[in-house]
């Protein structure tokens, strides 16, 4: 349906106003009319003939999804506060560190740093500890900055420890030397995968423990759909 409401005139070109309402046309011509005149058209229509467009919140589909999603977060939200608070707390008496300054019996420094949530230093701790302990000896090298280790002997290690000494002089022979200053992308790796066994280690001693099941992945993932059902809706 198209209406016009206006007639004007432009150079020596008089324009028709047409307007249609269902199958009544109306014509209208305007003529004689100078610059910047026009003529002005009403018509009247049935009451119902034009339907305004819904604007509620329930016209559209989507504003309910979003908040429904939205909801659905939400609760998933209060659920990981509820489970932090309940199953997932922390022991009695953590975040409290009582200061010891020797490692407990039975726990390497890879082992404490892991509970600490420090394995990235503990690797380099360990190292130290090999050399104040006599099992290596640390070498400057030409330059700043360049450090060797020689294997002096493999006594008094736990198996864990071992397995680090074995991975930096393969065959563990004492006077071996490491130079620690070159890449090696094995080794590397080997150090890597002997953290992560260190991982399960203090979980099978008890040191540390999951927590939660497959909750928390599920959490996440709901998070993550929900957030962007919201948005998108």
């Known amino acids: 349906m198209t209406i016009a409401t206006d007639?004007?005139?432009?150079?020596?070109?008089?324009?028709?106003?047409?307007?249609?309402?269902?199958?009544?046309?109306?014509?209208?011509?305007?003529?004689?009319?100078?610059?910047?005149?026009?003529?002005?058209?009403?018509?009247?229509?049935?009451?119902?003939?034009?339907?305004?467009?819904?604007?509620?919140?329930?016209?559209?589909?989507?504003?309910?999804?979003?908040?429904?999603?939205?909801?659905?977060?939400?609760?998933?939200?209060?659920?990981?506060?509820?489970?932090?608070?309940?199953?997932?707390?922390?022991?009695?008496?953590?975040?409290?560190?009582?200061?010891?300054?020797?490692?407990?019996?039975?726990?390497?420094?890879?082992?404490?740093?892991?509970?600490?949530?420090?394995?990235?230093?503990?690797?380099?701790?360990?190292?130290?500890?090999?050399?104040?302990r006599g099992n290596v000896r640390v070498l400057e090298g030409e330059g700043t900055k360049h450090y060797l280790l020689e294997l002096l002997h493999t006594r008094d290690l736990d198996p864990a420890e071992q397995a680090v000494l074995r991975l930096l002089f393969p065959g563990l022979h004492a006077g071996t030397s490491r130079d620690l200053k070159t890449k090696d992308t094995k080794l590397g790796a080997g150090l890597a995968k002997q953290l992560q066994a260190v991982t399960e280690q203090v979980l099978t001693d008890g040191l540390r423990e999951r927590k939660g099941g497959r909750l928390p992945r599920w959490l996440l993932v709901g998070a993550v759909l929900t957030g962007i059902l919201t948005l998108v809706g």
């Not at 307007?19 to 009403?42: H, K």
């Not at 509820?82 to 008496?93: C, E, L």
């Not at 200061?99 to 390497?108: D, K, M, T």
Request: some cysteine.
């Open 7 to 132: 007639v004007f005139v432009h150079g020596a070109q008089t324009y028709v106003i047409t307007c249609e309402q269902v199958d009544v046309t109306l014509d209208v011509t305007a003529g004689a009319l100078g610059p910047a005149e026009g003529r002005t058209l009403s018509v009247g229509f049935e009451p119902g003939t034009f339907v305004p467009r819904d604007q509620s919140f329930t016209a559209n589909p989507f504003p309910g999804i979003g908040l429904a999603a939205a909801l659905i977060g939400l609760l998933g939200a209060g659920l990981a506060v509820a489970s932090r608070a309940t199953r997932w707390r922390n022991a009695p008496g953590r975040p409290t560190v009582v200061a010891e300054y020797l490692r407990p019996q039975g726990v390497n420094l890879l082992m404490a740093g892991n509970v600490m949530r420090t394995s990235a230093k503990a690797m380099t701790a360990q190292l130290l500890s090999f050399a104040v």
